[in-house]
């Protein structure tokens, strides 16, 4: 491997703390492409990168997703490693990332960091979020994977070039993972080190708030992959709510009291939920079809060539 052909792309957002001595890391271990693309960072970042030897470009819009479409724009490099700026990943690392692209055995590989997180990396509410997060994402995609949110990764161009993304703020590694498993892509995770990160930079993500976003962005991209649990969520929803409803009238039946209105509200619960569940098992049955569709159509093509 020339390391000239592996871009180490780092997004940046006021890491003048870290971003000079992960660069200094990165180069230590051969690599010398190294792309940061910084968000117009208030502090010294881009010129602390810039001197440091790095390839600095301004992100053109706002939000870790849109620097990361911006970035895979411009990248040429055969291999990629995504690493954050924030220090908490250890560069001497890089090669255990590479190794399976390198080998063929993946297009993408993610470093996960829930092997082996050092004391305080993670808070107790991280920490809960992102197993619950994983848990979500293998339920909707079928697809085992432990650390969907992890800023460590490794890519071969073309797995790039098959990503169709638009989330533009911290979604964009669940995205990433997302079209990886549409796209059928060879994923695999390597155990990293996690460290906790500086205190000297202040963290961008709201557990809360974001972890929000990155779930409801699991659940609708489900749709197309997994319609039967995208229904059947809201379908399980409107159930529970009429027969949560539906209690409440039987009780009061009993106590000779009627509610006619709320009767019919429970009845119509009830059947949209049962209608949720028809929809999802039909779409189902359509996604599973275009699938077989399109799997006889790549074999024919591969006969042909």
């Not at 255990?96 to 590989?109: K, Q």
């Not at 995205?175 to 990160?197: A, G, M």
């Not at 976003?213 to 529970?240: C, D, E, Q």
Request: net charge neutral; hydrophobic share 45%.
């Amino acid at each position: 491997m020339n390391s000239a052909d592996v871009c180490i792309l780092i997004p940046t957002l006021n890491e003048a703390a870290t971003i000079g001595e992960l660069i200094k890391d990165f180069k230590k271990e051969g690599f010398s492409n190294i792309f940061v693309i910084d968000g117009n960072s208030r502090d010294r970042t881009a010129q602390i990168a810039e001197a440091e030897g790095a390839r600095v470009v301004l992100q053109t819009g706002r939000g870790k997703g849109q620097a990361m479409i911006q970035a895979f724009e411009l990248i040429e490099s055969p291999y990629v490693i995504m690493v954050d700026g924030d220090g908490t990943y250890l560069a001497r690392e890089a090669l255990s990332l590479l190794e399976p692209v390198l080998e063929g055995r993946a297009d993408h590989v993610i470093g996960n960091r829930l092997e082996k997180y050092s004391p305080g990396a993670f808070t107790k509410l991280n920490l809960v979020g992102n197993r619950l997060i994983n848990m979500l994402f293998d339920i909707a995609y079928s697809v085992q994977l432990r650390d969907i949110l992890s800023g460590y990764r490794a890519f071969t161009l073309e797995s790039i070039r098959e990503l169709e993304l638009n989330k533009t703020g911290f979604e964009i590694e669940t995205e990433i993972s997302v079209e990886c498993v549409l796209k059928k892509q060879r994923v695999e995770e390597v155990p990293i080190t996690y460290l906790p990160r500086s205190k000297q930079g202040a963290t961008k993500l709201n557990p809360l708030k974001d972890g929000i976003k990155i779930g409801s962005t699991i659940y609708r991209l489900a749709k197309v992959h997994n319609p039967m649990f995208y229904f059947g969520i809201i379908g399980f929803v409107f159930i529970l709510a009429g027969l949560f409803t539906g209690t409440y009238v039987v009780v009061e039946w009993f106590n000779d009291i009627t509610h006619v209105l709320l009767s019919v509200l429970t009845t119509l619960f009830i059947i949209f939920g049962l209608q949720m569940f028809i929809f999802g098992m039909l779409s189902d049955l359509i996604v599973t079809l275009h699938r077989q569709t399109v799997s006889l159509i790549q074999e024919k093509n591969r006969q042909n060539k």
